[in-house]
């Protein structure tokens, strides 16, 4: 007996991790680690903080090591100032060189602290755009994980309505065994009942369809079984002017503010090219030359060395002004972006208060009606088991209890899109 107790107990158990039980935040979590986009997204952020370097901007010194080492057979024929001839065929001659220089730039009109910038500007871009990223992520995840508890609620619905169906068949059923009802309240009564059980399984179909939906956002195989228990909760203090005024933290528009620096920025590189570049050098030299024969038999030198080179543009053919007029109207352009994202974000963020608004004052009304649809309902089952109703008033009472619950979840997850909306737009998603 102990035996079969824990093997039911076994099974149980891996039924049970079979069927994940899923929260909102596992939701989001799993998704923001498992998602394909996130993860190019990070690698850009690592490859943008990679090229954040002053020397990527050419602002560190450089060391370079050299060196040569040829052998060479010739046939020699010299005259020499004298008048001596020197003639030798197969002669051997060896030269080898080593070198060690460094230099490092020392002015080139401040492109180096513009580019330094800019490299800066282009890593913050790449952080806001993976925070972006992130938020949309995370909201269409809330918003198909609350779609799944909406469309549980409507099953619920349906499975209260069955109950009162069920019971109605049962009193008909009744009442017909004693003479006082006939087989067209019986035959109506399992239609009715017929009918639901197939609305309810296409319900659940909407579910299962929607839960793999959910599954493929998550980036897990869509074979997978979840439970999502959970209900709707509708954060009501949500306020208009706190979200217009903390737009400016979207991440988008910090975004496109960061890009309006960034060609800012590039303009100022370009212009830094029409300046001097002065650059310092150092390093250190040796020669060594050795020859069977010749006029110079041996050669070796070595020793430091140290200087400057200067380079200043004078004519180009226009080409640093061009792309300077280039520079100037591509900053232009990404300052009309901004203030578009601004006027969009703005008007997103009215219009889905305005929802959210609304669906709360519908709901305390709906809420009323649900209850009254219920205690309806009730009250009219109560009254056909008293044949004072008929099987149309039982089926007229379940259809607006029906509608009412429909109602009531479609304005919670009306309402609850329009907050998620708004939170999002001020990063201030909570999962």
């Known amino acids: 007996m102990k035996k079969v107790t824990i093997i039911c107990f076994l099974l149980m158990q891996l039924f049970a991790n079979a069927q994940q039980r899923l929260s909102l935040s596992d939701a989001v979590s799993t998704a923001l680690k498992n998602n394909l986009g996130i993860r190019v997204a990070k690698n850009n952020v690592f490859i943008a903080t990679i090229n954040n370097d002053y020397g990527i901007a050419g602002g560190l010194p450089y060391v370079t090591l ?38 490092v730039l020392v002015y080139n009109g401040g492109k180096v602290i513009a580019e330094k910038k800019r490299l800066e500007n282009v890593q913050a871009v790449n952080e806001y755009q993976l925070t972006s990223r992130g938020l949309t992520l995370a909201s269409n995840v ?39 009802a006939n087989n067209a309240d019986l035959f109506q009564s399992q239609l009715d ?12 179909l909407v579910i299962d369809q929607d839960k793999t ?25 949500i306020k208009l002017d706190s979200i217009l005024n903390h737009l400016d933290i979207n991440p988008d528009i910090v975004a496109a503010e960061k890009q309006i620096r960034i ?6 590189e370009i212009l ?24 110079v038999l041996f050669n070796q030198n070595y020793g ?56 709360l004052q519908q709901l305390q009304t709906q809420q009323k009606n649900y209850d009254l649809s219920l205690q309806l309902l009730d009250l009219v089952l109560q009254r056909f088991q008293l044949r004072q109703a008929t099987i149309i008033d039982v089926k007229q009472a379940q259809q607006s209890f029906e509608n009412a619950g429909y109602q009531l979840v479609n304005l919670s997850y009306a309402a609850k899109v329009s907050e998620i909306q708004l939170k999002k737009l001020i990063n201030r998603l909570s999962f």
């Open 304 to 359: 430091p060395y140290v200087g400057f080179n200067f380079a200043l543009p004078i004519f180009n053919g226009g080409v640093y002004k061009k792309q300077s007029q280039v520079a100037t109207l591509t900053t232009g352009n990404s300052k009309l972006l901004r203030d578009t994202l601004v006027l969009a974000y703005n008007s997103i963020a009215f219009k889905n208060w305005q929802a959210y608004k609304s669906n």
């Open 142 to 180: 809330m918003l198909k994980y609350f779609d799944i508890v909406r469309q549980q609620s409507y099953a619920k619905t349906l499975e209260k309505s069955i109950e009162v169906s069920k019971q109605k068949l049962s009193i008909v059923q009744t009442q017909k065994e004693i003479g006082v």
């Open 66 to 103: 050299t060196g040569s080492d040829n052998e060479q057979s010739l046939n020699l024929n010299q005259t020499l100032n004298g008048g001596t001839k020197i003639e030798r065929s197969g002669a051997t001659s060896n030269a080898a060189s080593v070198g060690v220089g460094a230099g």
């Open 213 to 237: 939906d959910l599954l493929t956002l998550l980036t897990l195989k869509t074979d997978s079984t979840i439970i999502i228990s959970d209900t709707i909760l509708v954060d009501q203090s």
């Open 193 to 204: 009942l017929n009918a639901q059980l197939q609305s309810l399984q296409a319900q659940q």
């Open 263 to 268: 060609n800012e920025l590039l303009e100022t």
């Open 272 to 295: 830094a090219q029409r300046y001097p570049s002065i650059s310092a050098t150092t390093g250190f030299n040796y020669n060594r030359s050795e020859n069977s024969a010749g006029s």
